[in-house]
């Protein structure tokens, strides 16, 4: 029985030692074969995958901005007016906004450049004070507000077009603004990205003169949206108890425009 195992165990270590020695002379031979011959292409194609030098990259910014005369003018006005009963105050109203629309049609405003920016009615409450010492709100009417928007080209009428709304009617204007229209504005930004792309690829060369790189491609491009600063006025006022004439040739002037496109650019980069 012992005789047995003894065998088997030696028979078991001739074997393994066999297959040793023939695993060791195999990788051998590929070694041999790798360093001996030319490196296969399918094993460049594997090494080029896990490592392209063209990934070398550099990212910066750059910017373009322009001036440029609005063309476009926005006006923000309309009428309120109150009464005890909401139809009464409605009546007034429209009656009222009606007149504003008609001095603005025939002051060259034309109806396609007027449209309804606010329209709201809500009641107008006091508060009292009864015999027990107790505050109570009372119903004492409603208030009607139509708020126009206009927006035209006559940029040099803002006054004029005031001096009509007011004189017939207006008692409120919350807002002019001088903007750029916008395919003027579209126009400007397609001309200044160009601008853009060569201000970043001037401080990506700037940038990589001391660190001995070159650009050899661009990998992305992303154009940032426009932020374009206008005129706003903050003009809120109501005219009620004012002179008309105190309006009168209103001087308002617009001042330019400052456009600016902004893009991120991604190069790839390599020694000189």
Do not use: C
């Not at 329209?119 to 109570?136: E, T, V």
């Not at 690829?201 to 426009?226: C, F, M, R, W, Y």
């Amino acid at each position: 029985m012992d005789n047995r195992v003894n065998v088997a165990v030696v028979v078991g270590v001739i074997f393994v030692l066999a297959f040793a020695v023939t695993l060791t002379q195999s990788d051998k031979q590929v070694e041999s074969q790798v360093i001996g011959d030319d490196i296969p292409e399918e094993l460049i194609y594997e090494w080029l995958k896990k490592y392209d030098p063209s990934e070398q990259t550099i990212s910066v910014s750059g910017s373009a901005t322009a001036s440029s005369n609005p063309d476009s003018l926005v006006i923000v006005l309309g009428v309120e007016s109150e009464a005890k009963t909401a139809n009464d105050s409605l009546s007034q109203n429209s009656d009222s906004l009606n007149s504003v629309i008609s001095a603005l049609t025939n002051s060259g405003i034309s109806e396609d450049e007027i449209q309804t920016s606010n329209f709201s009615i809500y009641p107008i409450y006091d508060s009292i004070k009864d015999l027990s010492g107790n505050w109570k709100q009372i119903l004492n009417g409603y208030r009607v507000s139509n708020i126009l928007l206009i927006q035209t080209d006559k940029i040099n009428s803002a006054g004029d077009i005031i001096d009509a709304a007011v004189s017939s009617g207006a008692n409120r204007v919350d807002n002019i603004s001088f903007q750029l229209s916008d395919d003027k504005l579209q126009k400007i930004s397609d001309d200044l990205i160009s601008d853009a792309i060569n201000d970043a690829t001037q401080k990506a060369e700037k940038a990589l003169v001391p660190l001995k790189q070159k650009i050899v491609g661009v990998k992305s491009v992303v154009i940032h949206d426009n932020v374009v600063p206008y005129y706003d006025s903050p003009m809120r006022a109501s005219f009620d108890g004012f002179a008309e004439s105190s309006m009168k040739s209103a001087p308002i002037m617009s001042g330019d425009e400052e456009i600016t496109t902004n893009v991120s650019v991604v190069f790839y980069i390599s020694q000189q």
